[in-house]
């Protein structure tokens, strides 16, 4: 699990990049309620993914060619990069987002691959030196995250809030 307690909304301090670490680090003992900074900022987090698949689609080749990467893992991180892109578009539009259940037959990619890549790459964000992107890969791999142990991921039944409260919204008005 990724983020900082929810038992003060106060705000970590983003700038030390020891912050993102322990986060990190503590992400599997401990077992409190969380929510990483951005985590409603949803066209932000969209951005940040396609920025991220921007940055596979340009920097794997070169990895390929160094021979530091297979062109299988490549096409396989760029897979899960599209599908992670697809679900935020959906959520972004207010469309539904389906169960993930389905998500292999309709993003591309199923949960556990979607979730794996997103935690590597907020493990690697928060060593790097952009902390706004390591806030967003944070963020973005919380969505990820199911609720509780065995419920669904924050992006599923955040995106299925959303879309009911402005559908309400539209018909109140």
Do not use: N
Not at 16 to 21: A, E, L, S, T
Not at 34 to 55: F, H, I
Not at 104 to 114: D, K, M, N, T
């Amino acid at each position: 699990m990724i983020g900082f307690s929810l038992l003060s909304d106060a705000q970590p301090d983003t700038a030390d990049r020891r912050h993102w670490q322990a986060v990190l680090r503590d992400r599997e003992t401990r077992r409190v309620l969380y929510a990483p900074r951005l985590r409603d900022q949803w066209s932000q987090l969209a951005q940040a993914a396609q920025q991220l698949l921007a940055s596979r689609r340009e920097r794997d080749p070169t990895s390929i060619a160094k021979r530091r990467m297979t062109p299988d893992a490549a096409r396989q991180r760029e897979r899960v990069m599209t599908a992670i892109v697809a679900i935020w578009r959906d959520a972004e539009r207010l469309a539904e987002v389906i169960e993930p259940i389905d998500w292999p037959r309709v993003y591309g990619a199923s949960w556990s691959e979607i979730l794996i890549d997103l935690r590597a790459v907020a493990k690697a964000a928060a060593t790097g030196p952009d902390q706004d992107m390591a806030a967003c890969a944070v963020a973005l791999a919380w969505h990820f995250e199911p609720v509780m142990p065995g419920s669904m991921p924050h992006i599923w039944i955040a995106a299925a809030y959303v879309r009911h409260t402005a559908q309400r919204d539209r018909e109140a008005a």
